[in-house]
């Protein structure tokens, strides 16, 4: 049905195999363990299997940027949903939403229940280059941070790289999946390898249950998303041919401007709870941050720069689905919108910096899911790229202070670090200013271009979002200020000489570092054949669009509003970091935020009482519902069995002494049953004779 296209740097085979790379290091692991290989050298399977599918995803990127089709005219763009809806159903005659390339992917056998086959287009190679370069450095990093300080491996330590390379093949799956079933098993497979990393720490009663809580919370969304592409199997099979597969992409992507609108908007709906849950949205938030309590390199990887972004991705794949239903558009604005903000303020009122970071990562993600329901997936992607890049710095330099403190990391108990850090203060200092938004970091031109859509779509929204970013970089710059100056205090667990982390640790934080300040250039000024925009090679695919037509930076060159509104949001990133001076630059021990909005903090500090609420509304409800059932199995079903079988037990238990093998016992049983065979004859007798 689409265009194949065969590579040319690469042989096609090479491609095929990219996701299985990591999952053979994974293997070779456990088989070092079962043959009792030296522990300190088991990570290097898992090493290698990453970097190759890194190298791959990099040839894979390059290719299909210098593959793509030609721009179509400026008339032709899209600027509405319907009539990208319209254009959707075109994709198997024009050729122009997706480049298809066959690479020698399709695996299966025609009537199998599951086919394996792969869609490679530009957005499969933005988030294939994203998972796999993060991945592979916090891989590296992981080598020291699982050690101890004498550089002794943790328990647990070929367990943990054999979980990394398993959850990159997943990751890898889901990104490469052709079809809605292995998409969803590579979205599963994701989650298991979630809960496994959480609750790492399994002997830790806190991890053990945030992994359950986040596994929990999951199969909400993940209820949701199965029963949309049940839906879409049940709509589309009628359409489809007999040789079709019904879910797979491009036939579903074909016959999609042919369902009602009421059809599009279930299947939407249902498909985006997979993403809430998957994506840490609110209302499906909570677990996110519990599941700080793995360790950090899990939170930078998992939670920060890949898993968490697999809703994302997924509303961006099925965007022919998603822009055809303005009523899932809109509620995907709502919810992020919602999200994004009471995300930031959480984040403002709290001490663990890896708490911090996690409702930074939920906010940001909320700021992605705007992006998507305002109309600019390419700006959702963008800035799903560039905050991998930094959010994964600052979860590992969170790491490296963690390393250093003794496992402390409650800003309460330190400050001053910058003279006993200082390699990780300047890369946690990039970190956060690309967090924050301040200009020419990458976080600026990808959150920019979302401000600007935003105010496009709706003032109100613009508004909300704008003070998203001012208390980003506020509270990014409180976390940083509080940790980094004032005076040195240092915990009891720290030691006598806590020292910077090792070069093994800081080495790939200089990679992120590097793409935390020019990520954001690959959306502004690159040159290369993709077009004037990053994911440039997307435009001429029909939804992939962006709202400004044009880069950030090009577009602030041409338009006077655009101007304005970049010195605006520049103005805003910076009187936060400025403000956050003004109030933590000495690190003060009295928190003065907590003074001045009283129970306005003490309402973000507690969360908004979300998860009370979740507590007091479903747990403890399923709880006694779950106890009336099992005192009903316990006591009524059971107790029934008892009762049934009481008769034969206390006939055998009277009867038991009888039979302890003693002569004397059974002499006294002969002579007593004897007696009463002669009485029983005797009453006969009688009885006859009368």
Not at 36 to 61: H, N
Not at 367 to 377: I, Q
Not at 494 to 514: C, D, K, N, T
């Amino acid at each position: 049905m689409l265009a194949e296209f065969a590579p040319t740097l690469l042989p096609s085979s090479l491609y095929t195999t990219l996701p299985f790379w990591p999952l053979l290091g994974a293997i070779v692991v456990g088989i070092m363990l079962a043959v009792g290989w030296q522990r300190r050298r088991t990570y290097w399977p898992v090493v290698l299997g990453v970097a190759v599918s890194a190298v791959l995803a990099v040839f894979l990127f390059v290719e299909i940027g210098q593959t793509h089709a030609p721009a179509p005219p400026p008339e032709t763009e899209v600027g509405t949903w319907e009539e990208s809806s319209e254009r959707a159903t075109q994709v198997g005659e024009t050729h122009t939403i997706f480049r298809w390339m066959s690479f020698g992917s399709q695996f299966w056998e025609q009537g199998w229940w599951i086919e394996v086959n792969y869609f490679f287009d530009s957005l499969t190679a933005v988030m294939l280059v994203t998972v796999t370069l993060v991945s592979l450095m916090v891989v590296i990093y992981s080598i020291g941070y699982m050690r101890d300080h004498h550089g002794h491996p943790q328990r647990g330590y070929e367990r943990f790289f054999a979980f990394l390379g398993l959850f990159v093949f997943s990751m890898c799956m889901l990104v490469l999946a052709g079809n809605f079933v292995l998409l969803y098993l590579g979205w599963e497979l994701v989650g298991l390898c979630s809960y496994l990393l959480i609750g790492f720490y399994y002997k830790k009663p806190e991890a053990a249950a945030a992994a359950k809580k986040a596994f929990i919370v999951n199969r909400i969304g993940d209820f949701g998303f199965a029963l949309g592409i049940f839906a879409l199997y049940m709509f589309i099979s009628p359409l489809a041919g007999t040789n079709e597969n019904p879910l797979d992409y491009a036939v579903v992507f074909h016959y999609a401007g042919e369902l009602t609108q009421g059809q599009l908007t279930l299947v939407s709906l249902l498909l985006m709870c997979g993403a809430l849950g998957k994506s840490a949205q609110f209302p499906l938030h909570v677990w996110l941050p519990d599941a700080m309590e793995g360790p950090s390199p899990v939170s930078a990887l998992i939670h920060a720069a890949t898993m968490v972004t697999a809703g994302m991705y997924m509303v961006a794949r099925c965007w022919p689905i998603f822009s055809a239903s303005q009523a899932a558009l809109t509620v995907i604005v709502v919810l992020g919108v919602i999200g994004a903000f009471l995300a930031a303020t959480m984040a403002t009122a709290q001490y663990d910096i890896k708490r911090i970071l996690a409702y930074s990562t939920i906010s940001q993600l909320a700021y992605m899911f705007v992006a998507l329901g305002v109309g600019v997936p390419d700006s959702a992607i963008f800035h799903l790229y560039t905050h991998a890049f930094f959010k994964a710095l600052l979860f590992l330099c969170a790491g490296s202070v963690m390393h250093a403190m003794g496992g402390v990391i409650d800003l309460r108990e330190f400050s001053g670090l910058r003279r006993i850090l200082p390699k990780t203060y300047w890369l946690t200092l990039i970190g956060c200013l690309a967090l924050a938004g301040f200009p020419l970091f990458s976080g600026f031109w990808s959150k920019d271009e979302i401000v600007h859509a935003c105010f496009g779509y709706h003032w109100v929204v613009g508004l909300i979002m704008l003070a998203t970013a001012a208390l980003t970089a506020y509270y990014t710059f409180r976390m940083f200020f509080l940790c980094f100056h004032g005076p040195t205090r240092l915990p009891d667990e720290a030691g006598e000489h806590p020292h910077e982390s090792p070069p093994v640790m800081i080495r790939p934080l200089y990679v992120l570092a590097f793409g935390a300040i020019f990520a954001g250039y690959a959306g502004v000024w690159l040159e290369y054949s993709w077009g004037e925009s990053f994911l440039g090679f997307l435009r001429p695919h029909g939804f992939f669009h962006h709202y400004l037509h044009e880069s950030t930076l090009q577009y602030a060159a041409h338009g006077a509003a655009g101007v304005t509104l970049m010195y605006i949001s520049a103005a805003v990133a910076i009187a936060g970091i400025l403000l956050a001076w003004a109030r933590f630059g000495e690190a003060p021990v009295e928190d003065p935020d907590q003074a001045a909005l009283g129970d306005t903090w003490n309402l973000w500090h507690a969360k908004y009482y979300v998860d009370e609420l979740y507590d007091y509304v479903f747990v403890r409800p399923l709880r006694r519902v779950g106890d009336f059932f099992f005192a009903t199995d316990n006591n009524g079903i059971d107790g029934l069995i008892w009762l049934v079988t009481a008769i034969p037990r206390g006939a055998g238990a009277g009867l038991r002494f009888v039979q302890q093998g003693a002569l004397q016992g059974y002499a006294l049983g002969m002579a007593i049953g004897l007696v009463v065979l002669l009485l029983l004859w005797r009453w006969m007798d009688t009885a006859a004779a009368g």
